[in-house]
């Protein structure tokens, strides 16, 4: 059994700084890829950032130059740095692990198998 928690989210002025962490516990597979997404309610889950097993990354364009996913593999903890917020990146944010298939993309949310609840971040303007 994967568990997977967020924290850090919270509530910020448009072009402050957030940083999200994902505490993961259990069989994690540590050739896996990992991942970020979010949404907003009224949207499917969209891919923000994901990192592999060598700290190779891809983020969406929309976060390209913002956003920064690490990792911390001797404490099993996945990070995002998120600066430069603006209005349009309120959403739930949520870390996944687990890939159904090496073969789909990192930002593809029907990759994974394990999700996290959430943590909330709102950016006002």
């Known amino acids: 059994q994967v568990e997977l928690v967020e924290s850090g989210g919270g509530s910020v002025q448009a072009g402050g700084s957030l940083r999200l962490s994902c505490a993961a516990s259990?069989?994690?597979?540590?050739?896996?890829?990992m991942g970020w997404f979010r949404h907003d309610g009224a949207t499917t889950r969209v891919g923000v950032a994901a990192?592999?097993?060598?700290?190779?990354?891809t983020y969406a364009d929309s976060v390209k130059g913002r956003f920064i996913v690490s990792k911390d593999d001797t404490k099993n903890i996945l990070y995002l740095q998120m600066d430069s917020l603006n209005p349009e990146d309120t959403a739930m944010y949520s870390c996944?692990?687990?890939?159904?298939?090496?073969?789909?993309?990192?930002?593809?949310?029907?990759?994974?198998?394990?999700w996290g609840r959430g943590t909330q971040v709102t950016v006002s303007s």
């Open positions: 259990g069989d994690i597979d540590g050739s896996a890829c």
């Open positions: 990192i592999d097993s060598n700290g190779g990354t």
């Open positions: 996944a692990a687990g890939s159904k298939s090496l073969a789909m993309d990192v930002l593809d949310p029907n990759r994974y198998i394990y």
